[in-house]
Each structure stands twice: as structure tokens, then as C-alpha cells.
């Protein structure tokens, strides 16, 4: 049985950063992992991804060179270092693992955790 459980949101200034965690159980080493987002009133979004041993990773355009996304396989724990975040960047952050084939693009595959909120204040 699939557990993701994200951890490591909270309220943080404009230009700040945050470190969210997601421990995995479960879940297969076929698997690529990724971060949404979901915004009030909005659709959840594509944050990053990473596939494989970790040497591909994926990010929204929004998010590129300030996001990183990292796996440590041996905790079975996906990362995402977020730093110069925006007012705009604030939501609930999830935690996802799919199968490969289904790519990332799509929010409406895989398993989920519960969520984690950034708050990023002006």
C-alpha cells in the first residue's frame, strides 16, 4: 500500500525559503515522484518531478531555478528546496508518485498525500 505523508510547510516571507519533505512508502523503485500545487480557487498544478535514479528532473516554468527537486532513495523521502518564493507561490503542496507511463503533465494519476500549505506573505 501506497503512504505519502509531506511534511515542512509554513509561513514564510517574500524572498525566503522552505524545505518540503515527502516520505514514501510503498512505493515502487519504478516510479517517478513529483510535487503539485493547488491554489484557492485554482486547479492543481505541476510543480517538478523526478524520474528514474534522480538524473532527470522537471519543473514548471513558474518554479524553474528557484525550485529543486531531490529523492533520497535509501529514506524513501522526495524533497523540494524552495527558495526566492513569491506571493504567488503559496498553496497546498502534494506529494505524488505515479507510474512512468503516465508522465507528469496530468494531475490525475497516481497516489497522494494529504498535503502540506506554503504560505509565502508580501
Known amino acids: 500500500q501506497v503512504q505519502l505523508v509531506e511534511s515542512g510547510g509554513g509561513l514564510v516571507q517574500a524572498g525566503g525559503s522552505l524545505r518540503l519533505s515527502c516520505a514514501a512508502t510503498?512505493?515502487?523503485?519504478?516510479?517517478?515522484m513529483g510535487w503539485y500545487r493547488q491554489a484557492p480557487g485554482k486547479e492543481r498544478e505541476f510543480v517538478g518531478g523526478?524520474?528514474?535514479?534522480?538524473?532527470?528532473?522537471f519543473y514548471a516554468e513558474s518554479v524553474k531555478g528557484r525550485f529543486t527537486i531531490s529523492r533520497e532513495d535509501a529514506k524513501n523521502t522526495l524533497f523540494l528546496q524552495m527558495n526566492s518564493l513569491k506571493p504567488e507561490d503559496t498553496a497546498v503542496y502534494y506529494c505524488?508518485?505515479?507510474?512512468?507511463?503516465?508522465?507528469?503533465?496530468?494531475?490525475?494519476?497516481?497516489?497522494w498525500g494529504q498535503g502540506t500549505q506554503v504560505t509565502v506573505s508580501s
Open positions: 510503498g512505493v515502487s523503485n519504478s516510479y517517478i
Open positions: 523526478i524520474a528514474g535514479t534522480g538524473a532527470a528532473t
Open positions: 505524488n508518485a505515479r507510474r512512468g507511463i503516465d508522465g507528469f503533465a496530468n494531475p490525475g494519476f497516481g497516489y
